[in-house]
């Protein structure tokens, strides 16, 4: 299992920047690809981001090319979401989860989730 606990979230201003960090359990984070989903209220769950196991690929909704990014780090078992520019329609609830492919963006292949961190953005 990769239990994975998501951390970062805050109320900020438009236009200033957040990192989320998601930290996962065990010994096989390396495994597995990695994506950020965000879900806001009234909504449908969206990918934002993934990244493939070697972070060799990666992957962002179109409204948030040039403003996120998604590194990992396989030796500190840690993806990040680095959020700039932010804007009110980025607030929602964030979400990591882990997936054994990568490219996956309905949710459906990813076989552990976070509890969510929330992200507001104010105008």
């Known amino acids: 299992q990769v239990p994975l606990v998501e951390s970062g979230g805050a109320l900020v201003l438009a236009g200033d920047s957040l990192r989320l960090s998601c930290v996962a359990s065990g010994r096989t984070f390396s495994g597995y690809s990695m994506g950020w989903f965000r879900q806001a209220p009234g909504k449908e769950r969206e990918c934002v981001a993934l990244i493939s196991r070697s972070a060799y690929s990666t992957y962002y909704t179109d409204s948030v090319k040039g403003r996120f990014t998604i590194p990992r780090d396989n030796a500190k078992n840690v993806v990040y979401l680095q959020m700039n520019s932010l804007k009110p329609e980025d607030t929602a609830v964030y979400y990591c989860?882990?997936?054994?492919?990568?490219?996956?963006?309905?949710?459906?292949?990813?076989?552990?989730w976070g509890q969510g961190t929330q992200v507001t953005v104010s105008s």
């Open positions: 989860a882990a997936s054994q492919s990568y490219g996956n963006k309905d949710g459906t292949e990813y076989s552990y």
